[in-house]
């Protein structure tokens, strides 16, 4: 049975012009202890889809889905009370920017134990023993005399750390991660990723990996699902994905990668990803596609569960010829 | 051989007790583009800042085209200050978002030229032009952009003055890739109509092997390794260049090997600076601080070079 199930979901904004479609119809499913891995440029919907599976989304949106269940309960039924129990307990998650995510007033043992006392209660004595064994699970290491930091004492890596220390306090069955890596160098990005890798298979729970960085998602995910301006793309296991994509835009975001290029010439995506307000009625990529046929500005494709193209790639990365 | 465009002699500049860059020297030749890679505090932007004239080193000394960069008088020191310009990471800050992208780009020609409106208005079209930006775009706010076409204004804005020299703070670091790429392939291509030398700031080897000519790879304020890129990232002689090079995650490898740890700071001026984290150090790593040598090509502060091979 999946554990995070969300059918159909579409969030829209506000605006003069009437609602504002941000995602379109997105079918997300992930299993118990599974690591899925979203991926899209900004714009995409990536953040914003989950936000409002966990429901977080903004005020002013509007979430509307045909299902929206996590382990067994419906979230689109569920008081308000019983979700605020269920977010940072059995689902939680882990920010980009984690010294702005962190309270500057607080030490960040202050902050952990908080997260435990909010949903476990327990005595402080307890509270406290449990915050350094989560410290030393996440590398902190002198976890007694990091208890009593302030953010702004460590380095942005250690603050992700606290963070993750923070959202696996209660040892959560399903543990979101949005671009988790972004704002730190590339080697404390490595041991960020192997951390949340060994935390993910230690305590069993399920990893929803959120990244523009296909390459770095692929590194740890067993699946991956490919967003653009608020519908999916492509799914599919990591390796055969990346191996063998089969939409133009999974192509083009690996072949973007800087390893990918030849001489100094990179393989840009020409264009942006389209605002809600500026999107094609037929293929939402066919702009910045490179196979772009006539029939790709005339059609929107649908989606068969794995991937959404009028005329997906081969093995040799051409599209396939069309049926007549 | 015709002078270098910058040279830098050991600069080093302190905030308190803290060394951030610690007797450092390179050059730049003109049209070339010089990496300066490595992790935070490393002392990179400090770097980067002491390039650009934005503050002055503690010790050491900076060239331009052979001539002296500090203590000029004022108009020379103006007419300086227009050849080196620079480019920051963050797109969304360093805009003033009040001002619509016209008013942006002539500014510095209204401050620094004698130029008049019409020739400014006109020399704005040109540089949007350049950088890739529609005319349409004149009367637009900063607000109304991705953040890769900010990044093209800030680019443009950079280059109005028409600078010899650029200094790119992590020009494409809050950028996606896929939208990082257009960046860099711009700033390629300006290099080249324009003749641009470029100081290029990364903490990422996959970016800087794309448009790096020269390489520095900082360590704690000190360099480490240096000389041409295309030899560092190939055959990388210290241990950390090499760690740096394997950090990135790479497609078909589960999890990339680790740099352990973060940069220590504070250690004795008698010791290597990396040892903390090195695999291969050893007793004579903790008792002499390795200087900078020349082997295979480059520059290398390393006791083991020799044996990484």
Redesign the interface.
């Given at each position: 049975m999946s554990l995070l199930e969300i059918r159909n979901l579409s969030i829209a904004f506000p605006s003069p012009r009437g609602w504002m479609p941000a995602v379109e119809g997105l079918d997300l499913t992930l299993a118990e202890g599974e690591v899925l891995g979203l991926v899209g440029?900004?714009?995409s919907g990536k953040s914003l889809s989950v936000l409002a599976a966990m429901g977080l989304a903004p005020r002013t949106a509007r979430v509307s889905a045909d299902a929206l269940r996590f382990a067994g309960q419906d979230l689109l039924t569920l008081p308000q009370a019983a979700r605020r129990r269920l977010s940072g307990k059995e689902m939680a998650m882990v920010f980009q920017e984690p010294t702005a995510s962190l309270n500057p007033c607080f030490t960040v043992g202050f902050q952990i134990a908080e997260a435990i006392q909010a949903h476990e209660g327990g005595s402080s004595g307890e509270r406290r023993r449990r915050v350094l064994d989560l410290m030393r699970q996440v590398g902190l290491d002198e976890p007694e005399r990091r208890f009593d930091c302030y953010p702004h004492q460590l380095?942005?890596?250690?603050n992700q750390r606290v963070m993750i220390a923070m959202a696996i306090a209660c040892r959560p069955k399903l543990l979101i991660a949005d671009e988790p890596t972004s704002s730190l160098?590339?080697?404390?990005?490595?041991?960020i990723?192997?951390l949340l890798?060994e935390l993910q298979r230690r305590h069993g729970m399920a990893l929803l990996l959120i990244s523009?960085?296909?390459?770095?998602v692929?590194?740890?995910a067993g699946r991956i699902q490919v967003l653009y301006a608020g519908q999916s793309m492509e799914e599919g296991p990591a390796?055969a994905l990346?191996a063998a994509p089969r939409h133009p835009y999974t192509q083009?975001?690996l072949a973007?990668?800087?390893?990918r290029?030849a001489?100094?010439?990179?393989?840009?995506?020409?264009g942006?990803?389209p605002s809600p307000g500026e999107r094609p009625t037929a293929c939402l990529f066919q702009p910045r596609c490179r196979f772009a046929v006539a029939a790709c500005r005339s059609v929107r494709p649908g989606y068969d569960g794995a991937v959404r193209c009028l005329t997906p790639l081969d093995a040799s990365g051409r599209p396939r010829a069309r049926m007549p | 051989m015709t002078a270098p465009l910058l040279a830098a002699e050991e600069v080093a500049r302190d905030y308190g007790a803290v060394k951030a860059v610690d007797g450092v020297s390179f050059t730049i030749a003109g049209g070339r583009t010089l990496a300066v890679v490595g992790?935070?505090?490393s002392g990179k932007s400090t770097l980067g800042r002491l390039v650009a004239l934005l503050e002055p080193p503690d010790r050491g000394r900076l060239l331009f085209e052979d001539g002296p960069t500090q203590g000029l008088a004022r108009p020379a020191a103006r007419a300086l200050r227009r050849q080196i310009q620079m480019v920051f990471q963050n797109p969304y800050g360093s805009l003033n978002p009040r001002k619509k992208v016209a008013q942006i780009l002539a500014e510095p020609l209204a401050i620094n030229t004698s130029a008049n409106r019409a020739e400014r208005r006109e020399r704005v079209r040109a540089m949007m032009g350049l950088v890739g930006l529609a005319p349409e775009h004149e009367q637009r706010y900063p607000h109304m952009f991705?953040?890769?076409?900010r990044q093209r204004i800030a680019i443009a804005r950079a280059l109005m003055l028409q600078p010899r020299l650029v200094v790119a703070d992590e020009p494409v670091s809050a950028l996606?890739?896929?939208?990082?790429?257009?960046v860099?392939?711009l700033m390629?291509d300006l290099k080249e109509r324009l003749g641009l030398a470029y100081l290029f700031i990364s903490?990422?080897?996959?970016?800087v092997?794309?448009?790096a000519d020269d390489l520095v790879v900082l360590y704690l304020g000190r360099a480490v390794e240096q000389g041409a890129a295309a030899a560092l990232l190939d055959r990388p002689a210290h241990p950390y260049t090499r760690?740096?090079i394997a950090?990135?995650?790479?497609?078909?490898?589960?999890?990339?090997?680790?740099?352990?740890g973060?940069p220590v700071a504070g250690i004795a001026a008698d010791s290597c600076a990396f040892h903390p984290r090195c695999s291969l150090a050893v007793a004579r790593c903790r008792g002499e601080r390795p200087v900078l040598r020349p082997l295979d090509a480059r520059l290398v502060a390393c006791h083991r070079a020799e044996e990484l091979g």
């Open positions: 440029e900004s714009g380095s942005g890596g250690m160098d590339t080697t404390i990005q490595a041991q990723l192997a890798a523009h960085d296909i390459e770095l692929a590194s740890i390796a990346v083009a975001l973007a990668l800087p390893e290029a001489g100094s010439r990179l393989n840009a995506i020409p942006a990803v | 992790e935070s505090g991705s953040g890769g076409q996606d890739l896929s939208i990082q790429a257009q860099l392939n390629m903490h990422d080897l996959a970016v092997r794309h448009v760690a740096l950090s990135r995650p790479r497609l078909g490898k589960s999890l990339p090997p680790l740099l352990a973060e």
